[in-house]
C-alpha cells in the first residue's frame, strides 16, 4: 500500500538525515541530540509499521519501540534548549529526562497499546490506559520545546538576528507540520470515513526540520544536499505517479512504469531548479549575470583594481561588505566576509574565509562569483607577464641604442677631456682645479653611462648581507646601524653588483646630507643617535628588506615617479644613473629597490632580496 511506502522510504530518510547531522556536529549547536530525536523518531515509525511489514506477531517488538516516544520527546526537548541557548540548568533538564525515561520504562514494562486493524493503512496501534498516560508525558515535552522555541523566536526578533530567527522559524514550522502529518494517524484511530492522507506527508517532517537548519549554517554550497534533495523530490513525484496509475484508462504495469519514467524525466529539470533554490536561497545566477561580471572584471588591468571591482560586485550583489583579496593574504583579525583568491599549482583557485554565518544562498553566489574572478585574476596575470616581456624588450633595444651612443661618446670625447686638462695646466691653481672637478665629473658620467648600457652577466655566490653592508659604509662619515644588521643575513648574489648598488645608495645619502644640501636631522627624540644616514634590515618569510635613510631634504615631488629611470636625479650634480643602476642591479637578482616611509627620516629607499636559506 502507499502509506507502508512513504512511511518505509520516511525511516530511511530520517536515518540518512540523522547520519547527516552527525556528520555536521562541529557546525550546529545541539546537532548530536538532534541526530538522537530523528533515530527515536524512525524507531517509533518502524513500531508503527513492523505489523504491516512483517506481520501481526511482531506485536511485542512494535509496542517496545512504541513505548520509547516520551524518552524521544525528551531527547527533543533538551534539543530545543540547547539549540535556542536556553539555560535551564542541569536540573531542569535531569526532570525532563526523568520525565520522558521513566514513561517509557512504565510503556515497556506495562504494554501501552494493542493493535487493531484499519481497511485503509492495515494493523494500527491504539494505547490504552498506559499508553494515554505515557502520551501525556511526551506531550508535556513537546509542548515544553515548542514553547522554547516560541520564547526564543521572539527574543531573535528582538534582538535583529535574522539567521537565527530564520533559523528556529523553520524548527517550528517542522513541528506545526509534523502535528499535521500526525492527524493521519488521528482520523484512523477515530475511525473516521476519509482516507488518512495527511501521513503521506510524514517523510517531509524530517525534511523541513533538518533543512531548516541546515539551510542557514552548514550548506556551504553542498552539492550532496541538492541532489539529495533532488531525488527525494523526485522519488516524491513517483509515488504520486503510481497513486494515480489506477485511473488509466489500461491495467498495465508497463505502462504505469512508463507513465512514472516519463512523469520523472519531464519533471526532472523543474525538480532540479527547485532544489538548487531550496538549498541555495537567493543564489539564482543566470548567465547574463555571469557574463556581466566577465566584462566589468576584465577592464581590471593589476590585481589590486581586480580585487577592488570585484569586492563592489560581489558587496552589491550579496547585500554585505565584502572583502576580495588577489594572489595576497587577508588580514587574520578581519571579521569581514572574504573571498581570497591565489595562484596554487597551475590555475588559480579561491576560498570563503568568515562565511560561516552567512546563508548559503549568498555563499553559493560567492563560490560561483570566485569561479569568475579566478579567471580574471588568471588574465590578469598573463597581461602583466606579456607587459614585462614587452617592457624588458623595450629597455634591452634602448640599452643597446644607448651602449652604442655611450661608446661613441666615449670614445670621442676623452681626446678633448686630456686637451683641455693640458691647456689650463699654467693656469691660476683655482681655476685647475674647477676645471679637474668638471673634467672628472664628464669622466664619472662616461663611465656610469657605458656600465649602465652594456650588457650584464652575474657572478652569484653566498654573502653575508650585513657584512657587505658595514663594509661599504665605512665611507660614511655620519652613519648609525640598526639591530637588524646585528646577525649574519646570507643571500645569493652578485657580491660586485651588490657593493656596486650600496655605493651608489650610500653616496647619494652622502650627497643629500652633506654640508649645503638643507639637510635637517631629525629630532634626537625620535631616533637613537643624532646622524644623518640611517641603515636597518628586516627579514620577512621570504625576503630580506634593506632599509638605507636619511635626513635630507627629501626627493622632490616632480621625479617621485621617475626615480629610478636614467638621469633622473634628486642631487644638483648627480649624473642620474646610480639609481637606475640600483634598480638595475635588484631587477638581476630578482629583487626590487623603492621609495619608502620611515618616520622620522626624509628619504628612505627599501632594496628587497629573495630570502635565501642560511649555508
Not at 96 to 122: E, F, K, M, T, W
Not at 445 to 466: C, V
Not at 539 to 553: R, Y
Not at 566 to 589: E, Q
Amino acid at each position: 500500500m502507499l502509506i507502508h511506502a512513504v512511511l518505509g522510504f520516511s525511516v530511511l530518510e530520517t536515518l540518512v538525515l540523522a547520519a547527516l547531522l552527525l556528520a555536521w556536529a562541529d557546525r550546529v549547536a545541539g546537532a548530536r541530540l538532534l541526530a538522537a530525536f530523528l533515530t527515536g523518531i524512525s524507531m517509533w515509525m518502524v513500531g508503527n509499521e513492523l505489523p504491516n511489514w512483517i506481520g501481526p506477531e511482531t506485536e511485542p517488538v512494535a509496542m517496545r519501540l512504541l513505548a520509547t516516544a516520551p524518552f524521544t520527546s525528551a531527547l527533543f526537548f533538551h534539543f530545543c534548549t540547547v539549540f535556542c541557548r536556553v539555560d535551564l540548568g542541569r536540573w531542569g533538564v535531569a526532570a525532563a529526562y526523568a520525565l520522558g525515561g521513566g514513561a517509557s520504562v512504565v510503556s515497556i514494562l506495562l504494554v501501552p497499546a494493542h493493535l487493531v486493524h484499519h481497511r485503509d493503512i492495515g494493523w494500527i496501534a491504539v494505547a490504552d490506559e498506559v499508553g494515554v498516560v505515557a502520551s501525556m508525558a511526551w506531550v508535556i515535552l513537546g509542548i515544553g520545546g515548542v514553547w522554547v522555541l516560541l520564547h526564543a523566536l521572539l527574543r531573535a526578533r528582538r534582538l535583529g538576528d535574522g539567521q537565527k530567527f530564520r533559523q528556529i522559524a523553520a524548527v517550528t514550522a517542522s513541528c506545526l507540520w509534523g502535528l499535521l502529518c500526525l492527524a493521519g494517524y488521528g482520523i484512523a484511530v477515530l475511525d473516521w470515513p476519509i482516507y488518512p492522507f495527511p501521513l503521506l506527508g510524514l517523510p517531509f517532517y524530517s525534511l523541513i526540520l533538518v533543512y531548516g537548519i541546515l539551510r542557514y549554517g552548514v550548506f556551504v554550497a553542498n552539492a550532496w544536499a541538492r541532489r539529495a534533495l533532488v531525488w527525494a523530490l523526485l522519488l516524491a513525484l513517483g509515488l504520486v505517479v503510481v497513486a494515480l496509475t489506477p485511473l488509466l484508462p489500461l491495467e498495465s504495469r508497463w505502462l504505469g512504469g512508463l507513465a512514472v519514467a516519463a512523469s520523472v524525466l519531464a519533471l526532472n529539470g523543474p525538480v532540479r531548479r527547485v532544489a538548487e533554490r531550496l538549498v541555495y536561497p537567493g543564489a539564482e545566477v543566470s548567465a547574463a549575470d555571469l557574463a556581466a561580471w566577465r566584462r566589468t572584471l576584465g577592464s581590471a588591468e593589476t590585481p589590486q583594481a581586480l580585487g577592488e571591482q570585484a569586492a563592489a560586485l560581489l558587496s552589491a550583489r550579496t547585500g554585505t561588505q565584502v572583502e576580495v583579496h588577489i594572489g595576497d593574504a587577508p588580514p587574520a583579525s578581519s571579521s569581514t566576509p572574504q573571498l581570497v583568491c591565489g595562484r596554487e599549482g597551475d590555475g588559480w583557485a579561491v576560498s570563503l574565509q568568515g562565511w560561516d554565518a552567512a546563508p548559503p544562498g549568498p555563499r553559493h553566489v560567492a563560490e560561483l562569483f570566485g569561479t569568475v574572478v579566478a579567471e580574471a585574476a588568471e588574465r590578469v596575470e598573463q597581461a602583466q607577464q606579456f607587459a614585462a616581456r614587452e617592457r624588458e624588450r623595450q629597455l634591452q633595444a634602448r640599452l643597446a641604442e644607448l651602449g652604442a651612443l655611450a661608446a661613441t661618446v666615449a670614445h670621442d670625447i676623452r681626446n678633448p677631456l686630456n686637451i683641455i686638462s693640458m691647456a689650463v695646466a699654467a693656469a691660476p691653481g683655482d681655476t685647475r682645479r674647477e676645471v679637474a672637478e668638471q673634467v672628472a665629473r664628464i669622466a664619472h658620467l662616461t663611465h656610469d653611462l657605458l656600465d649602465f648600457a652594456k650588457p650584464w652577466t652575474l657572478a652569484p655566490s653566498t654573502i653575508d648581507l650585513a657584512a657587505q653592508v658595514r663594509n661599504a659604509a665605512m665611507r660614511l662619515p655620519d652613519v648609525s646601524f640598526g639591530p637588524g644588521l646585528d646577525q649574519p643575513l646570507w643571500l645569493r648574489a652578485d657580491p660586485r653588483r651588490v657593493d656596486q648598488a650600496l655605493t651608489n645608495l650610500f653616496e647619494n645619502a652622502r650627497t643629500a646630507t652633506a654640508p649645503g644640501s638643507d639637510a635637517t636631522a631629525p629630532a634626537a627624540a625620535h631616533t637613537p643617535t643624532h646622524s644623518h644616514v640611517h641603515i636597518d634590515a628586516e627579514t620577512t618569510s621570504t625576503a630580506v628588506l634593506l632599509h638605507v635613510c636619511d635626513a635630507g631634504p627629501g626627493v622632490p615631488a616632480e621625479i617621485r615617479d621617475r626615480l629610478f629611470e636614467p638621469f633622473a636625479s634628486r642631487s644638483p650634480g648627480g649624473t642620474g644613473l646610480g639609481l637606475a643602476i640600483v634598480a638595475r642591479t635588484m631587477a638581476a637578482h630578482g629583487g626590487t629597490v623603492a621609495l619608502t616611509e620611515r618616520a622620522p627620516w626624509s628619504t628612505c629607499f627599501t632594496l628587497r632580496f629573495p630570502r635565501t636559506p642560511a649555508p
